[in-house]
């Protein structure tokens, strides 16, 4: 039964990793999207819906620049 318990927290313990750097992953492409996106003076226009997909929970700053 040890020896099913270890080795269920091994595989556990790669399957995270892998998880966490497909999310990282994902989330530097987004961020490199929305660089190349804004290095084009586009802007998000007001009142049009839009939206993030996140695969995993994580922080995120939201700007809003209002004239």
């Given at each position: 039964?040890?020896?099913?318990?270890?080795?269920?927290?091994?595989?556990k313990?790669?399957?995270?990793?892998?998880?966490?750097?497909?999310?990282?992953?994902?989330?530097?492409?987004?961020?490199?999207?929305?660089?190349?996106?804004?290095?084009?003076?586009?802007?998000?226009?007001?009142?049009?819906?839009?939206?993030?997909?996140?695969?995993?929970?994580?922080?995120?700053?939201?700007?809003?620049?209002?004239?």
């Open positions: 039964m040890k020896e099913l318990e270890s080795l269920w927290k091994e595989t313990e790669k399957f995270d990793q892998l998880e966490k750097s497909l999310v990282d992953c994902y989330i530097a492409f987004l961020r490199e999207v929305a660089r190349v996106y804004l290095q084009q003076s586009r802007r998000m226009p007001a009142n049009q819906p839009h939206a993030l997909k996140a695969v995993k929970k994580f922080k995120m700053i939201l700007t809003m620049i209002r004239s």
